[in-house]
């Protein structure tokens, strides 16, 4: 069974400063992995997605995540931080096998900006 | 639609009764999956249908929460009996069929308040 932890609940950065959030999964198969952001009272959105094309993976609002699978981890972050990123983010795994393809998710970092 | 659409969007009911929500997957999607949030909490998995069957239903809490999907299309939770730690939102989200590596797409939630 796939499994995602999550390290550090919240999470406060200063404005300006580089925002590192850590995802590490466990999976007996190959995985794909996604990170989602949940702004305050707003549903999930996909930040960005591994899907085994290219190992740095770049998504929206300027955020990117490395998969290694040596370390087994998949960390986000974004070179300097915004004050419009404030929000939860999940890391999540999802796997094929046989036919279920159950999407699992993090516990969720809680992204504070210090202005 | 365009997007997934969970109904009601607020439901507050009294300990003791049952409950419905409704699940709208995009158009064409054939993997559906329920998750609970409570306050301060990630999301928890509760179940994962791939058209109409539940390949995975290990995220059920108890047998007072059950689920089915009709047509291949619109899905609903049933939660008999509510006590108010099922106090919680509940998201739905639908992605393509057998595509592990395409993300989930949610709805924006039922905020179940059981008082």
């Known amino acids: 069974a796939q499994s995602v932890t999550q390290l550090g609940s919240h999470v406060s950065v200063s404005e300006g400063a580089l925002v590192l959030l850590r995802c590490n999964y466990s999976?007996?198969?190959?995985?794909?992995l996604f990170w989602y952001v949940q702004y305050p009272n707003q549903g999930l959105q996909l930040l960005l997605k591994?899907?085994?094309?290219?190992?740095l993976v770049k998504g929206i609002n300027g955020f990117e995540a490395e998969f290694k699978k040596s370390e087994t981890s998949f960390h986000l972050t974004k070179p300097s931080a915004h004050m419009s990123d404030a929000a939860e983010y999940f890391c999540?795994?999802?796997?094929?096998?046989?036919?279920?393809?159950?999407?699992?998710f993090g516990t969720g970092t809680r992204l504070t900006i210090i202005p | 639609g365009a997007g997934v659409s969970q109904s009601p969007s607020n439901k507050v009911t009294e300990k003791g009764k049952d409950v419905e929500l409704r699940c709208d997957p995009i158009?064409?999607?054939?993997?559906l999956y329920w998750y609970r949030q409570s306050l301060g909490q990630g999301l928890e998995f509760l179940i994962y249908?791939?058209?109409?069957?539940?390949?995975?239903k290990s995220g059920l809490p108890s047998d007072r929460f059950s689920a089915e999907r009709t047509g291949g299309s619109v899905s609903t939770l049933t939660i008999q009996r509510t006590q108010q730690e099922d106090s919680a939102v509940y998201l739905c989200?639908?992605?393509?069929?057998?595509?592990?590596?395409?993300?989930?797409?949610f709805g924006q939630g039922t905020r179940l308040t059981v008082v």
């Open positions: 999976s007996s198969v190959p995985p794909y």
């Open positions: 999540a795994v999802r796997v094929s096998n046989f036919g279920n393809e159950k999407l699992t």
């Open positions: 249908f791939q058209g109409n069957s539940a390949p995975d």
């Open positions: 158009s064409g999607h054939t993997a």
């Open positions: 591994y899907t085994s094309a290219a190992t």
């Open positions: 989200a639908s992605s393509p069929r057998r595509l592990a590596g395409t993300e989930a797409f």
